[in-house]
């Protein structure tokens, strides 16, 4: 892919608890999204940043969720008050801008207890 | 709205012969149209994508897709299957940088 890096890669929380998932491209994209991909579905729209800014946030299902990318390259995605329908796993993809390919980095497995 | 339908859960084939993974979209304006490829416990890889132009794509590890507009599919193709394709594949419409997915289709290719 277009080098990008998720931590941690697996994330066990209580119900309750707050998590962050972290997105590291490793080359500049102007572009990264959130997808959101639930057992054994294809992944779902949370967010899209165009360098800093947060474009659309339309995806994210309730207000728990939070993402941001201050500086235009690390993205981070946070969730509070975690509850068990949040498990899935969490993909962080990058853009060069426009309607254009994604690439896409390992994912983040969040099972919520 | 955009949606894309994999109307095949599974598709099961023979080493060696011909895979056809169907997908159809529903788009307002054009389609652009994209398939990934997803191996356990690893992120989608790129194979291929429409923007304009021939409706037959060419794409990574062999694979090929048709787009054909009167009948809004985009069907994934490889004339001569491997073991190693085994995998989910998904198909993809993008609209304004959004990308909405299908369920997925698993493949298995059998020796």
């Known amino acids: 892919g277009a080098g990008v890096s998720q931590s941690p890669r697996y994330k066990v929380a209580k119900r309750g608890q707050d998590v962050a998932l972290r997105c590291d491209p490793i080359?500049?994209?102007?572009?990264l999204f959130w997808y959101q991909q639930a057992l054994g579905q294809g992944p779902e729209f949370l967010t899209y940043?165009?360098?800093?800014?947060?474009?659309?946030k339309s995806g994210l299902p309730s207000d728990r969720f939070f993402a941001e990318r201050p500086e235009g390259s690390v993205s981070t995605l946070k969730i509070q008050r975690t509850q068990q329908e949040d498990s899935a796993v969490y993909l962080c993809?990058?853009?060069?801008?426009?309607?254009?390919?994604?690439?896409f980095g390992p994912g983040t497995r969040l099972l919520v207890l | 709205a955009q949606s894309v339908a994999q109307p095949e859960d599974q598709v099961n084939v023979a080493e060696g012969n011909p895979l056809t993974v169907k997908c159809t979209y529903s788009?307002?304006?054009?389609?652009?149209l994209f398939w990934y490829v997803q191996y356990p416990n690893r992120g989608l890889q790129f194979l291929l994508k429409?923007?304009?132009?021939?409706?037959l794509v060419k794409g990574s590890y062999g694979f090929e897709a048709e787009f054909n507009k009167s009948q809004t599919s985009f069907h994934l193709k490889k004339p001569s299957a491997l073991v190693s394709d085994s995998a989910l594949y998904f198909c993809?419409?993008?609209?304004?940088?959004?990308?909405?997915f299908g369920s997925g289709t698993k493949l298995n290719v059998k020796p």
């Open positions: 940043f165009q360098n800093e800014a947060q474009l659309d």
């Open positions: 788009v307002s304006g054009n389609p652009y």
């Open positions: 993809a990058l853009g060069t801008g426009g309607v254009e390919t994604q690439y």
């Open positions: 080359s500049g994209h102007v572009s």
């Open positions: 993809a419409v993008a609209n304004f940088n959004k990308f909405y």
């Open positions: 429409y923007i304009t132009g021939d409706n």
